[in-house]
C-alpha cells in the first residue's frame, strides 16, 4: 500500500512531479453542495505560490487551478474532486548538476534508495510543489468548515532564535496576511523578515515554528484508540515537507508540570460544559473538548542551499556541491496556507466520520 | 469509519475496556513463520504491567496473555493473530464516585460527548489499559525486527525539570531495564525515582520525555508524501495516552539553525553512503536513510491525582473531586515498552509495504 | 495486506482457526446505543450451529458467543464490539490421515502454496467454522437493521436439481425456519431434504442456490464507482466458503432480454417515485432504488466426502484419500444465516456511510 | 468513505463525468521500472473507444490519454501514476431532454436519490465513460503481467441466446480481435453481430456475457478470508456498469453437480502438484492453484433505448421518454477491454500483496 492518500472519509489522492506535466488531486468523499468557485480554490493557492515577496523562490509559477470534475453549476457533486496545476516555468536545467550528486539531508538519496532511480528535476516527487495539491483540497475543506463556523488561523510563531508574542485566541487570518512572513505579531514579523534577508544573502537558509489554532470544532470528534484527533494532526503536520516535529496545548513544556497545574478544571456557562484552561490544546483523550484546538509544527531550515557542501555522487564518490535552482531561504512564509490546508483536511474528515456514529 | 486499527501491512486492531472482559488485539498481515513463544510476548507484558515497582499503581493485574488464533507449532501462521488478556483485579467501585463527575483533563467528558454515554468503570476505552494490546502486538513486531537485525531502545529522557544524559548511539535494553524508572543514564534514574516518589506522596502527578532509537533500519523505508516515516511514527506516539509532542532528530531545537549546519553531509564508508551527522533523525524526505532513527515523545502529567480539584458533574453543577482509584504518579517508566512497541508496529509495516515495490 | 477485515464503516476483523483456541470477530464502527442481548447473538449463532438435524454434520459444537468489549449495560458503547466462540468438542485426529494428501477441491493445497505451511487440524482457517464469525457481526447488523425497518429474508433456492418456487416479495423469516433445509417453499424443501440424505447414505455431497431479499432499503446508498451496493454484495457473498457465483435481479437470464423488456418503468405512488417491475433487482447504477434488493448465491458441492479420491500427498505422490472427519453433505441449510449475516454487514455498513454525505 | 478507489496495493482512484472537463485515474503503489509507452496504453483505450463499428455508439470521442505523473524515461517511477483523457466531443444538448425525466433502469433517479442532485449531462459519473480510467490503468497492470508470464483473455460468450462455443483454454487476444463483436468465435460473431444490428435499427437493447480466462496465476495468490480471489474478481466484475452477475469455475451450473464430479483431483506433473480438471476456476479457498483463471461476467441490455417508455419526470409526474443521445444497443464488444482492465488490476493487485507474506 503506497502513501499518496490521507483522510479516511473525506480522502485526498495526491500526484505529481515538479517538473512532469502537472501536480493534482483528487478528493472522494467530499460531500455534494458545497458551493465553492475556481476563485476561491485559486486564492489559497496563490497563498502558497513562489515569487509573493523577496522571501520566496523566484521561480515564478503562476499556479493555476482546474477543477476536472466532480463539479456542476459552482457546487461539488459528490463524486470525486480532481484539481489540477500544470507546471509550466520549469527550468530542469537547474538541476542538471545535481543529478548525480546528492544534495545532503535532501531526498534524492533516499529517493534512489527506494525506488532505485528517480525524476530528478525539480526534486521531483521530493519538490514541496506536492503541497499544492493538499492547498486546492484543503481550500474546499476551509470552506465547508467555514459553514460551519469553524475557522482555522495558522501564524508563523518563530523563525531562528526569533520568537513571535501570538495572542492565539484572537490572532486573525488578516493579521497573518498582513506582512509578508505570515506572522501575526506584526513586530517581530520585521525582525523576521530581516533575518529571512541575511540568510538570504548568506547562500543559507533558516528553520521555524507555526502555531495553529481551529476554533468552533464541536465537543465529540476524534476516533481513539488510534485515529485520535492530536494523532492525525501529527500525521498530517509531520507529513509536509521539512517538518521535523509537533507538539500540541502545553506540548514538550507540559512535561515538566504536575497534574495539579497543568490539568484543566470543568466548568458550567450557560448550561454548557467547558473547560477554564487549555493545557490539553483542544483534545482530551484524542477526542475534541469544544476548546480552540491549538498546535504548533517545527520547520527545519531548507536543505538546498547555494553555500559549497562536502557530499558523494550517486556512485558513492566524495565531491562537493553548490546547489543552484530557485529556493526559498525559509519555508516558513509558505508554509503556513499549506499548514492551514491539511489542518482543515482533518478536521473536516473527523466531522464527517462522527456522522455515522451519531 | 472508526480509529481502531493501525497500520496497512502489519495491521492491528485494539478491542477491550479497562474493567471489561478483557483487552486484546487481532493482527493481520501478519507474516507466516514467525517464531515466537508466549512466554516471550508476556515477557513485553510484563514490562508495561502495574504493580512493578512503588513508582507504579499498585493495581496488581496479572495479565496474562493467550493466544487465540493464527499460530500453530510455535510459529505465527500467516492467519490473523488474536492475543488477548483477561481483565481480573477489577475494582470497580473505586471509580463510583467519578461516574458522575467529569475528572479533570481526562477523557471521560469528551467521551460523553462524543458517544452519549460511557463505560465508567476504570476509564474505560479510555484506560492506558487498552495499550497493552499494543505491547502484545509490538512483541511479535520487535521479533521479527530483531531477525532482520533491528532493535528499538527507548529510554525515558526526562521526568519533570530532570534530563538524562543518554548516549542515544550506545544505550541498549539491558541499561534501560536496569532501573525502575527505565531511564538509560543510571545516575539520573535515581534523582528522577525520587522526585516520582515526592510527587505520588503529593497525590500528584508528572510528565516527562522518552527517547528512541531504532538501529538496523534499512534505507528506503517509508511511503510519501503522507505515510512518510516520521509522520507514522509521530501518529504512533500521538495514538499513545497522555502523549502531547512529538520530535524527529534535531526537532524543535532545529529550527533555530541554519541549513548550513542543519544539513546533514553525505559520505562513503565500505562502498556504502552514509551520513556524517545525523540531525535528520535518520528520515530524509519520509524515507528512512540507512542511520539510526531517533525521536522524543513528550508525555504530560497523568491527569488522575488525588488532590483536590474543582470540576463539574455530568450534569453540569460544579463540584469538587478528590479522584480515588489506584493510579501512577508518572506513566513514564511503563509508556517505554508502550513506545518500544508502537515504534516496533511502525517499522515492520513498513519494511513490509516495501516488499510490494522491490 | 491481509484479507481479514470486511466493510469500511461498520468494518468486522475475523480471526481463529476450527481448532485452535477460539474464533472470533472485531467490529469497529459499530455506532454506539444499539440495545442487543447475548441471547439474541447467540439465536442466530445457532441457527449455524451443527447438529442441528441429520442433514448436518454431527460435530456437536455448543457454540457460546461471549461479548468481550464494546458493550456496557446491554448497549454497545460505540467502541470494538469484539466476540468470541471457544472451540470445544475438536477432534483433531480425525484429520490426521488429511495432513499429508490434499484433499481434492480443497483449500489444503492453495493454503500450503500461499503460506509455506498450515494448521491441518480441521482445515484451519479455510474451515467453514470462521463463518461464526460473520454470523456474530451480522447479528448486531440485522438488529440496527430491525430498528430501521429493514429486514433480511435468505432462502435456499435450489439443492442440486430441485428448484423451489420462491414467492421472494413476501417470504418470511419463519416460512424459512420452519423446515430444516431452510427453503421457504415448504414442498420442495421436504424432497431437498430427502436428496440430501441420498446425498449423505452415498457419502457425497450435494450444492445448491440461496436466494435473498432485503426489504426496507431506502433509496440512495451504494458507492460508485468500485463500492456499489451490488459490488459489495457480490464480493460479500463470493468470500463464503464454497460459494461460485452471484447475480443480482434478473441476472444471467437478463442477459437475454431486450431493453425494452428488461428497463423497469418509473412510477409514482402516494409522492414516491418507483419501480414498475424489479428486474434491476433493487439497485440502478450502484445506487438503492428502494425497490426490495434481490440476489442469488450458488454453493458447490461441498469437497469433504468420504468417497475415495485420487488424489497427491503433500510430497507430490499419487495416492488415495476417503476423508474421515464429520461434514455436511449439502451447506446450503447452514448457509442461509451466513447468507443473512453478509447481507446486513453490507446494508448497514452502507447505511452508515450514506450519513458522511448527506 | 467513498467508492472511487479500487484495489489495496496497486490502487487505482477513479474520477471524472462523461461532459465534465475530463475523466481520469490515480494508481498509487505502481512499482517503478515499468517499462511503458504511452501507445501501449492508447491501444488498450482504443480498443474501449467509441466508433470503431457500427455496432457502437456514433459519439466519435479521440479519447487521447496523457500521463500526467509517476512516469520518467519511459518508466514508472513508483510514485503516483495519474492519466487523463480531456473530453472532447460533447453534446450535452442531447440529455436536455432527459434532464428532467428519469430514464428507466438508469442511474438518473438514484443519484438524485444519493446525492440530492447530479450532473445531468452525458449521464455524469454514470457513464460508462468513466471505464476508460479502469482501461487506463489496466493497460499498465496487463504490461507488468505480461512481464510475469500472465494473460488475460476476456472474449464474447454470449449475446441475448446466441452462445459461442469459445475454447477457453486456447483462445487468444487475436481470436477476439478479429471480429467486431469480440467473440473468439468466428462464426457465432457473425450471428451476434447480425443480432446487435437488427436490436440497434429496432431502437432498443441486448445484454450478453463475456467469458475471461488469466493464464500463468501462480498458485498462492489471494486473501483468505474476506479477500479471497473470487471475492475480489466479483466485486471488479460487479462494479463494471450494467453488470448482473459473476460465476467462477463451474459456477451456477455446479450447484447440480456432487462433490464426486465437481471435485478437481490433484496429481503431479513434473514435479508440479496440479488439478485434472478446473470446476474450481482456479481459485481454491479463495487463493489461485495455479490452474486458469476462469470466471463469466453477464451484462444487461444497456437501459438507455430510443424506443417510448414510460417513466416520471424528476418532480414525480408521469411522462413518456424517447432517449436521445448516441448509445450502444449492445456493450458487450467495448466490455470486453474494460474486463480485461479490471481482471489485470486484481490480479497484480494480489500478485504484489503476496510479496508482503513471502
Known sequence: M??????????????????????GVVIDGCPPGIEISVEEIQAEIDRRRTGQSDLTTPRAEKDIIHILSGYFESRTTGTPVALVAYNEDVRSEDYLNMKD??????????????????????????????????????????????????????????????????????MTRSDVEANEVRCADQEKAQEMATLIR????????????????????????????????????????????????????????????????????????????????????????????????VFRTAFKPVSTIGKKQNTVTTEGELTELEAEGRHDPCVLPRAVPIVDAMTAIVIMDHILRQKTIS
Open 101 to 170: 550528486k546528492y544534495r545532503p539531508s535532501h531526498a534524492d538519496f533516499t529517493y534512489d534508495a527506494k525506488y532505485g532511480f528517480r525524476d530528478w528535476r525539480g526534486s521531483g516527487r521530493a519538490s514541496a510543489r506536492e503541497t499544492l495539491a493538499r492547498v486546492a483540497a484543503g481550500a474546499i475543506a476551509q470552506k465547508y468548515l467555514k459553514q460551519q463556523g469553524i475557522e482555522v488561523v495558522s501564524s508563523v510563531q518563530s523563525v531562528g532564535d526569533i520568537e513571535a508574542e501570538l495572542d492565539v485566541e484572537n
Open 198 to 293: 541575511e540568510v538570504r544573502d548568506d547562500d543559507d537558509s533558516i528553520g521555524g515554528v507555526i502555531q495553529t489554532v481551529v476554533r468552533g470544532v464541536p465537543a465529540g470528534i476524534g476516533d481513539p484508540v488510534f485515529d485520535k484527533l492530536e494523532a492525525d494532526l501529527a500525521k498530517a503536520m509531520l507529513s509536509i515537507n521539512a517538518t521535523k516535529g509537533f507538539e500540541i496545548g502545553s506540548g514538550f513544556s507540559g512535561t515538566k508540570m504536575r497534574g495539579s497545574q497543568h490539568n484543566d478544571e470543568f466548568t458550567e456557562e450557560n448550561g454548557k460544559i467547558k473547560v477554564v484552561s487549555n493545557n490539553a490544546g483542544g483534545v482530551i483523550g484524542g477526542i475534541s473538548s469544544g476548546a480552540d484546538v
Open 2 to 23: 503506497a502513501g499518496n492518500s490521507f483522510g479516511s472519509t473525506f480522502r485526498i489522492t495526491s500526484f505529481g512531479e515538479s517538473h512532469g506535466e502537472a501536480v
